[in-house]
């Protein structure tokens, strides 16, 4: 099936620092999010993203964190700066539309370690 | 938001035994619900999506919507310790990304 592809799978940073975690959708998506998993708990909504802009985002997503797909390249979650709550896996997801009939395809995520 | 709630939290069942599964979502706003499976350390695999009551199945996989008591269940027929997983739900509507659940995990003794 469709592959959503997550780049590095493990990415171990200092609190404070900055960190990308980059996502390589389905090529004919048109739809990006982001979920938060802390380890042994549930998959919490973070954001959506179309055509450049945010379209949704829960209370999760704070002010340190930021999505973009320069150019169509990678969509990427960015958190300035880390704190030690951080630490979780991140899912990258992408479907071709937004209505509820579509189905978000999901990466194998990236496990985040903030120290 | 819409909250979604699954149980039970855990399940055993032996290999061949069917195993059932449950999901109740907190108002009817959603109009479709799908059950999503994650091996431990995967990221999330479709199994089945469902629209409207009655039942659809994808495999050995059944899923039961009855919207007015605002439950979804997944039936897992011949279950296989290949398939001892965590099980998500997850519900959402034209408006919003969707919601999971918090998961059960299967287990499958052979």
């Known amino acids: 099936g469709p592959k959503v592809l997550q780049i590095p799978s493990h990415q171990i940073i200092d609190m404070g620092q900055m960190v990308t975690l980059n996502c390589d959708p389905v090529?004919?998506?048109?739809?990006f999010y982001w979920y938060k998993q802390i380890l042994g708990q549930q998959m919490e909504f973070l954001v959506n993203?179309?055509?450049?802009?945010?379209?949704?985002k829960s209370k999760l997503f704070k002010d340190q964190f930021s999505v973009e797909r320069p150019d169509g390249s990678y969509f990427t979650l960015k958190i300035q700066p880390t704190a030690l709550e951080d630490s979780a896996v991140y899912f990258c997801?992408?479907?071709?539309?937004?209505?509820?009939?579509?189905?978000?395809?999901f990466g194998s995520g990236t496990r985040l370690t903030v120290l | 938001q819409q909250k979604v709630q699954q149980s039970p939290e855990s399940l055993t069942v032996s290999e061949g035994a069917m195993a059932s599964l449950n999901c109740t979502f907190s108002?009817?706003?959603?109009?479709?619900f799908r059950w999503y499976r994650q091996h431990s350390g995967k990221g999330l695999e479709v199994l089945v999506s469902?629209?409207?009551?009655g039942e659809k199945e994808e495999g050995r996989f059944t899923a039961h919507l009855n919207r007015a008591s605002l439950h979804v269940s997944l039936h897992i027929r011949e279950p296989q310790p290949s398939d001892s997983a965590v099980y998500l739900c997850?519900?959402?509507?034209?408006?919003?990304?969707?919601?999971f659940g918090a998961g059960t995990k299967l287990t499958v003794k052979p």
């Open positions: 993203f179309y055509n450049g802009k945010v379209m949704e």
């Open positions: 090529s004919n998506h048109l739809y």
């Open positions: 108002d009817g706003t959603s109009d479709n």
């Open positions: 997850a519900t959402r509507n034209n408006n919003n990304a969707p919601r």
């Open positions: 997801a992408s479907s071709p539309g937004h209505s509820s009939a579509e189905t978000l395809y």
């Open positions: 469902i629209f409207s009551d």
